[in-house]
């Protein structure tokens, strides 16, 4: 069973308007969250993360909120930019045999229009 | 500082035969990863090594495995591919173990045939 799901396969925003991706987990002992956005034939590159001691993290036009009773992040683009179109994954660090281990979701991809 | 790099970029083999995969992380990242990405099932996490030594394991069959090198350098090999391992493999290294923020390589696209 997936631990870190991203519903919506799809996005698709206009130029300057906020692109809001989702992910929903499933264990409330998680406590690290990152995303990651990924171009076709590149590998993913961090984005933005958040601890579970925060409910909200910024880095320009990049936000990142974390609702724990809900076990919920969304991530807040804006605005939103073409050069944003990538697939979106959401991450969990999460226990693991020794230390810890990212848990991905199986991303979002936006689609930003000019 | 040169990125995560990968090789071969590209691979076709058929099925039955065994593939070795290349990754050569950050200089002064020693914590290495494995992911297999598919359409399907997304990112999946494989295996972590540090210190020429597994760390972690995902849950994948024993046909995949992996070592690391002194340098970091690390490489992953499956033994008597099946079709469903055409994937993209994913290399990401870290400066240490459960630093969370990994940085990718552009991965080796594997086609089983």
């Known amino acids: 069973d997936q631990q870190v799901k991203q519903n919506s396969p799809s996005l698709s925003v206009q130029e300057g308007r906020i692109s809001i991706l989702n992910c929903d987990y499933t264990n409330s002992m998680f406590d690290y969250f990152l995303w990651y956005k990924k171009y076709p034939a590149e590998g993913p590159t961090f984005l933005i993360s958040?601890?579970?001691?925060?409910d909200k993290n910024e880095d320009g036009r990049f936000t990142v909120f974390l609702n724990k009773s809900a076990k919920h992040l969304s991530l807040h683009i804006v605005p939103s930019q073409p050069g944003d179109s990538a697939v979106y994954f959401c991450a969990a660090s999460v226990p693991y045999q020794a230390g810890t281990a990212l848990i991905f979701g199986k991303g979002t991809t936006l689609s930003v229009s000019s | 500082k040169a990125g995560v790099t990968q090789t071969p970029r590209y691979l076709i083999k058929t099925r039955g035969q065994q593939v070795t995969l290349s990754c050569s992380p950050i200089s002064g990242h020693r914590s290495v990863s494995w992911y297999q990405q598919t359409p399907g099932q997304g990112l999946q996490f494989l295996f972590e090594y540090f210190s020429e030594t597994q760390r972690n394991k995902g849950n994948f069959p024993g046909r995949f495995s992996g070592r690391q090198f002194s340098n970091s350098r690390s490489e992953m090999n499956v033994s008597t591919l099946e079709l469903g391992d055409s994937a993209l493999y994913l290399c990401?290294?870290?400066?240490?173990?459960?630093?969370?923020?990994?940085?990718f390589g552009p991965g080796t696209r594997l086609t089983v045939t």
């Open positions: 990401a290294s870290s400066l240490f173990p459960g630093n969370n923020e990994q940085y």
């Open positions: 958040i601890s579970s001691i925060k």
